[in-house]
């Protein structure tokens, strides 16, 4: 372990982003740039109801609108559908009954059941206006009325007829790292010297990218080829996905992701409204456009977090724990992706987390709603740490311990790696001793505790809150299978390709570095290509917290398989064994003698077009594929410490001081690694003081636009302040994931922080979000 990275000449360093000159200068290149000629514009009619049968549909006003090419409902476009499922999850997996518009019913306040084709997006509107529709409302099944357990238990009133019950999912269910019981837990509780039991509850928030969905898509029957640019984060899984629902091979389809406003998740998969563009344009032979507005993105663009879980942990007289048990239940909505929307499993196996016991039960259940599903949001089993993390701090003030002691006592120590989790997980290079101690240390604790106490003799309500987490990002299936590609071109310039969809990551800077390092060239002479089916190689796109994880590590191992061959073919040129040569800035050098060199481009000549005078068996050319297989799990860990006051008038928390201490072994650009950490923060502070997606209690939507759906600025986030614990990875490059550990671990970090500024009052802080009157209530004993 250390504080400090050896860093070479460009891994390590924080190089300037290569992405800021165009975004920054408002050049960037996204959906809503690309011009096609005879492009035909898209908006769809949503439902004002949450459940009900559609009772009329009469389009024929739309139709007859000057301009107006086409309007579609679910009974012209649903038939089309072949097939649909994600790449991930695979086809035998559940799935929701798919519809790309509603065909006969509704099941949530903003699904879409006709679309308009029409010349320019103003007179799509004004014909989705001219549409005669009426329902028969019914009761919506919703966990806001109901409960969980009384949506789960409503065997008349289904979300899904077809299902035949509200149970999406649930846990054990044949899970082979989850055992159907624990009765030595339960011999635990029965004895143990604490046994303490809480319920801590998560609102709905969104991921609200800057960037809203969209997709261009044209089929042209005559070259039988469709071409797709859309707002995703993985241009070869819309393309698998136009190609299973419309029966085409997917050598049919060109997809291409340029530039992507953001994404958290929410453009990880192809969503109706994108996959009904793409039948129509298949329908039209002409070009089709949807952009989503900011009011569709707020209703319809995929919801997360309204989840909650019940924790049982106990310890004994010294405050360690001896075992835990868990509940999770999670509302998924009407059509969640992928699959049927449930983290579970992901929590069941994560939940133990930087802790050390053994005895461990989980069980869950994920329900669908007449809502919004469910969408992947930075982090989507994060209520495990949200969790674990208040219940450290509950049970720790329930046997009169400070939480950083507590937390001392229970984390995984240095000298018990390897260590294998209840879970069967195996950590072989985490640092939870030192990130929490360095966060503690960074953070003042112990020096807070003393001005805590004198600011509550003035009155002030002063807080301080821990949390944290090991990230786990996967490395299963298609997931640690990913493929980077390395070109020197003939002109001695790098081209490097992956199967990534950057949409915020700095990927085209970070692989670059990697590249450049390895193969021993400048880094002004990489450039990285991706998001383009015909151009980058097959991958699942970026999310998971794997880009330089697993296309880091690939991206290297194929930079050094290259710089071999350049070496191998350096030294017929010079006359030298490979074993002498060095090769530095795209220049390769007999070690010893500078003089006697050549340059990158003079060996990409040769390389390319002195194949006669290459060693016998040698292929011609600069270029090599590399596809990385990466471990079950990666993983990474941090400390997050927060301090908050509270206005004991208003109610109102304002966060004063934030830490992060974070372990992502080598990192590749500690100025885009921080940057990472600081969107996640941002994330969670709006997530627990500003966001909350609200239905009423018949399932229509409250918070619409960002005057009722609020999100932070600026001026509500502290100046965070990053700490570094490195220790490399055993994967190549030593690279670890980090980029949803932000979002993962802040939100308990400010709950713990308001829970004990509160703890004058006696509150019960267990539920989000804590706005001002959440916090008033709070203070009244309500």
Known sequence: MSEHQAAGRYVGQSVRRREDLRLITGNGRYVEDVAWPGTLHVAFLRSPVARGKIAQLDVSAAQALDGVIAVYTGKDLNYEVKSWWQTMIGPDAPQPPRRLLAEDDVRWTGEALAM????????????????????????????????????????????????????????????????????????????????????????????????????????????????????????????????????????????????????????????????????????????????????????????????????????????????????????????????????????????????????????????????????????????????????????????????????????????????????????????????LEQAAEMIGYDAFRIEQAAARENGRLLGIGLSMYIEASPGFGILGAEQVNVRVDYGGTVLASTGTGSHGQSVETTIAQVVAENLGVDFADVKLVQGDTATSPFGSGTGGSRTASVFGGAAKEAALLLKQKVLLVAAEMLEADPSDLEMDLGVVSVAGNPEAKVTLEQVAAMAYAGAMMLPEGMEPGLDVTFRIRAPLFMYSNATHAAIVEIDPASGAVKVLRYVVSEDCGNMINPMVVEGQIAGGVVQGIGGVFYENFVYDTDGNPLTTTFLDYLLPTASEVPIIEYGHVITPSPTPGGFKPMGEGGAICSPAALINAVRDALTPFGAKVNSQPLGPQQVVDLMEGN
């Open 116 to 435: 308009v084709i029409a010349t320019s997006r103003y007179v799509a509107e004004d014909g989705v206006d001219l549409i005669d529709v009426d329902f028969d409302t019914e009761q919506a099944v919703l966990t806001e009325r109901l409960g969980f357990d009384g949506v789960a238990a409503d065997t008349e009133n289904l979300v899904h007829p077809e299902w035949g019950s509200n149970v999406a999912a649930s846990l054990p269910a044949g899970n082979p790292l989850m055992p159907e019981s624990n009765p030595a837990l339960e011999e635990i509780f029965a004895s143990a010297a604490h046994v303490v039991t809480e319920t801590f509850n998560q609102h709905r928030y969104i991921c609200v990218p800057m960037e809203s969905r969209g997709i261009i898509a044209s089929w042209d029957p005559y070259r039988e080829m469709l071409e797709i640019v859309a707002a995703t984060q993985s241009a070869h899984e819309i393309r698998s996905a136009a190609g299973r629902m419309l029966g085409l091979n997917e050598n049919k389809i060109h997809a291409v992701a340029e530039d992507v406003g953001g994404g958290f998740g929410q453009k990880m998969y192809p969503t109706a409204e994108e996959l009904a563009v793409i039948v129509v344009t298949y329908k039209l032979s002409r070009p089709v456009r949807w952009i989503e507005d900011r009011n569709e993105n707020l209703l319809a663009g995929g919801h997360a977090r309204r989840e909650d879980m019940k924790l049982t942990m106990a310890t004994d007289s010294s405050g360690k724990i001896l075992g835990v048990k868990a509940h999770h239940r999670e509302d998924v909505g009407s059509f969640p992706l992928p699959s049927v929307g449930s983290n579970a499993s992901l929590s069941a196996v994560l939940l133990p987390g930087p802790y050390d016991f053994n005895q461990y039960f989980f069980s869950g259940q994920a329900v669908f709603t007449n809502t919004n599903g469910k969408c992947a949001y930075r982090g989507p089993w994060m209520m495990e740490s949200v969790a674990r993390e208040q219940m450290v701090d509950v049970v720790a003030a329930e046997i009169g311990m400070d939480p950083l002691e507590f937390r001392r006592r229970n984390i995984i120590q240095p000298d018990q790696l390897p260590y294998t989790t209840a879970t069967g997980l195996v950590y072989e290079s985490v640092t939870p001793h030192d990130t």
